[in-house]
């Protein structure tokens, strides 16, 4: 049993270890799987959604994040007021916009 511990003991010619960039390699390939897959696309939709803020004007018609569809009657920097209903009108923060929602075929 004894002689068992002293095969499995460390040896002194370290022929399993490989070379210091070997062992990045699968690193630095996860990375870039990460980044093209996950990190890539997320940037490319926020800065999407950054400048569909930066581009509502009155009579709009939008979608809030909460579901809320209506027609932008006034801005301000923040503030979205838009209004849901023939007089019935809301402010949402401009954060909260989902996007510009498509005009029906009836619509000019």
Same mark, same amino acid.
Request: aromatic share 6%; proline share 3%.
């Given at each position: 049993?004894?002689?068992?511990?002293?095969?499995?003991? *460390?040896?002194?010619?370290?022929?399993? $270890?490989?070379?210091?960039?070997?062992?990045?390699?699968?690193?630095?390939?996860?990375?870039?799987?990460?980044?093209?897959?996950?990190?890539?696309? $997320? $940037?490319?939709?926020?800065?999407?959604?950054? $400048?569909?803020?930066?581009?509502?004007?009155?009579?709009?018609?939008?979608?809030? *994040?909460?579901?809320?569809?209506?027609?932008? *009657?006034?801005?301000?920097?923040?503030?979205?007021?838009?209004?849901?209903?023939?007089?019935?009108?809301?402010?949402? !923060?401009?954060? !909260?916009?989902?996007?510009?929602?498509?005009?029906?075929?009836?619509?000019?």
């Amino acid at each position: 049993m004894f002689d068992l511990a002293y095969a499995m003991g *460390t040896g002194g010619s370290g022929g399993g $270890q490989s070379g210091g960039m070997g062992a990045f390699i699968p690193l630095i390939i996860i990375f870039a799987i990460f980044y093209f897959l996950l990190i890539r696309p $997320q $940037q490319k939709k926020a800065k999407q959604h950054k $400048q569909i803020l930066s581009s509502l004007k009155k009579g709009d018609r939008v979608v809030s *994040t909460g579901g809320l569809h209506g027609v932008i *009657t006034g801005l301000a920097d923040d503030v979205v007021t838009m209004e849901i209903s023939p007089k019935v009108k809301v402010k949402v !923060s401009r954060g !909260s916009i989902a996007g510009v929602a498509r005009k029906a075929e009836g619509e000019s």
